[in-house]
């Protein structure tokens, strides 16, 4: 299996940009479609991101299209998240997560990051 910790989280103001990073250790990265997540306080947790194994495929959550991209360097076994023009209603507790091919969900999740987007 793999394990997966997210850092890069924090506190910024409304229009600024934060950099996640999720670094996995165990099984070859490599191997693995990976994704980001969000929870806001009294939401659900929903889908933000998500990267193909060689990065070829990405796609996005229709409410951070244009502002976030996601990235990958199976080099380095982690993943990024690079969040622009941030909103208030993008503050939440950010999950990488990890899944292999044929799956319909993701067995593998990260300990979560807070991110804080002030107005």
């Known amino acids: 299996q793999v394990q997966l910790v997210e850092s890069g989280g924090g506190l910024v103001q409304a229009g600024g940009s934060l950099r996640l990073s999720c670094a996995a250790s165990?099984?070859?990265?490599?191997?693995?479609?990976m994704g980001w997540f969000r929870q806001a306080p009294g939401k659900e947790r929903e889908f933000v991101a998500r990267i193909t194994w060689n990065g070829a495929i990405t796609s996005y959550a229709d409410s951070v299209k244009d502002r976030f991209t996601i990235s990958r360097d199976n080099a380095k076994n982690t993943m990024y998240l690079q969040m622009n023009t941030l909103k208030p209603e993008d503050t939440a507790v950010y999950y990488c997560?990890?899944?292999?091919?044929?799956?319909?969900?993701?067995?593998?999740w990260g300990q979560g990051t807070q991110v804080t987007v002030s107005s």
């Open positions: 997560a990890a899944t292999l091919a044929g799956l319909s969900y993701y067995p593998y």
């Open positions: 165990g099984r070859t990265f490599s191997s693995y479609t």
